[in-house]
């Protein structure tokens, strides 16, 4: 069975960091382009960032560039977001997915609260 | 950034009646070597992460009932559900995901009964 588990979420305090995490199981990770989508309570769905199978490349929106930075582990079948200097705006359902054409796979996502 | 506009954001259809969601870029998202269109179609139910309906905007997914059909080339796609079931009301994206990133979603379309 495909599964995707994210961990991780909580409430923060703005400028502060975190980092979410997302195991995969049941299929060949290392083969698979993945990626982070968010989406703010009562609002459409953001793409994030993503990450080439090999580690080669690393992609961002505009409005996580320089603060979010992401990484997998291909031996531990692990994707991971380390979020720093977070903001109000940042508070989201953050979903992790796999990449084919679209996003097949897709986790239950973990929520990030930022706030004072 | 390509831009993805879904009009309008809510849209009221009967039970067994045809629904079509619309989607358009603000560039093309058909990649002419291939022939191609980068574009897919979610589907989003309250409180669970978005289903894949569809691919390169016409191919659907293994498991997706047939009556979930999309179409469009360029810059302007459509979903159509043939014949609207209860099951069908939900949230539905497209999303383009041609070139490199971002891979830019629409606002979502609320379909209702």
């Known amino acids: 069975q495909v599964v995707l588990v994210e961990s991780g979420g909580g409430v923060v305090q703005p400028g502060t960091s975190l980092r979410l995490s997302c195991v995969a199981s049941?299929?060949?990770?290392?083969?698979?382009?993945m990626e982070w989508v968010r989406q703010p309570p009562g609002k459409g769905l953001e793409w994030v960032s993503l990450?080439?199978?090999?580690?080669?490349?690393?992609y961002y929106s505009d409005s996580v560039k320089g603060r979010f930075t992401i990484s997998r582990d291909n031996f531990k079948n692990t994707v991971s977001l380390h979020m720093r200097n977070l903001r109000p705006d940042d508070t989201a359902m953050y979903f992790c997915?796999?990449?084919?054409?679209?996003?097949?796979?897709w986790g239950q996502g973990t929520l990030v609260i930022v706030s004072t | 950034d390509i831009v993805m506009t879904q009009p309008p954001d809510s849209l009221a259809v009967s039970l067994g009646e045809r629904a079509t969601i619309h989607c358009k870029s603000s560039?093309?998202?058909?990649?002419?070597?291939?022939?191609?269109?980068?574009l897919a179609w979610y589907q989003q139910k309250p409180r669970q992460p978005p289903k894949l309906l569809i691919s390169?905007?016409?191919t659907r997914e293994s498991g997706v009932p047939d009556r979930f059909s999309g179409s469009g080339s360029g810059t302007d796609f459509a979903l159509t559900i043939s014949s609207l079931q209860a099951d069908d009301v939900a949230i539905y994206y497209c999303?383009?995901?041609?070139?490199?990133?971002?891979?830019?979603f629409g606002q979502g379309t609320k379909l209702e009964i």
């Open positions: 560039r093309t998202v058909l990649y002419r070597s291939n022939n191609k269109n980068y």
């Open positions: 049941g299929f060949g990770f290392s083969d698979y382009i």
């Open positions: 999303q383009q995901y041609y070139g490199s990133p971002p891979y830019t």
């Open positions: 997915a796999r990449r084919v054409a679209g996003s097949d796979v």
């Open positions: 390169w905007a016409s």
């Open positions: 990450i080439s199978s090999d580690l080669s490349k690393r």
